[in-house]
């Protein structure tokens, strides 16, 4: 069980580059969501999903593209990188069907620089 | 709306003494409320969890939390504080009726020798 991963650990953009940061896990969980962290301000959710072919919008979306076309991945699109962006992105995921009791589990995380 | 308040951007605690880490929340229902630690340069890890049941909920690494619905807060606690303690501390609350979680900003502890 490899639990939650993300590429790449690291990546360095320029202003109104585009990228994708990938997710995966094999737990077969339903959730799946991303969060940025930046210092002082905790987790905020940025997009989150709660199956397959089913997104929604969380906290600060803008700037930021989901799609969920198959259980086990979740990646995140940046349309056109902006230096407001540089950020470390974690994704996470957990069991929401009965019995569940809805802790997240997180990936490593992606450090990302927007110069 | 859901919300965090974690009023301590720092701990500071010897080692061996008993530590708090203070959080309340904020939910229009009964909440299902968590606590993960963040290491440097790594994820979160999932702590310990309250769902329902007694007040009191042991988890991971000796530590505890209280939850007390009258004063809606869900305060870490850990009876003799390691140095390997030290990172940084999270709560974080679902509203049972919604499936985002929301986080606090996080709580520095820093334990010394």
Redesign the interface.
Known sequence: NAG?TQTPKFQVLKTGQSMTLQCAQDMNHE?M?W?RQDP??????IH?S?GAGITDQ?EVPNGYNVSRSTTEDFPLRLLSAAPSQTSVY?C?SSY?GTGG?????????TRLTVT | AQSVAQPE?QVNVAEGNPLTVKCTYSVSGNP?L?W?VQYPN?????LL?Y?TGDNLVKGSYGFEAEFNKSQTSFHLKKPSALVSDSALY?CAV?DRGF????????TRLLVSP
């Not at chain 1, 009791?101 to 995380?109: A, D, K, L, M, R």
């Not at chain 2, 790594?42 to 999932?46: A, E, N, P, T, W």
């Open positions: 939650v959730y969501s969060y002082g301000m905790g987790l905020r959710l989150y709660v969380g974690f996470a929401t009791t809805y802790e997240q589990y997180f990936g490593p995380g | 951007d299902y968590f993960y790594r994820g979160l890890q999932f969890k769902i999270f679902r499936q985002k979680l929301v986080f606090g900003t996080g």
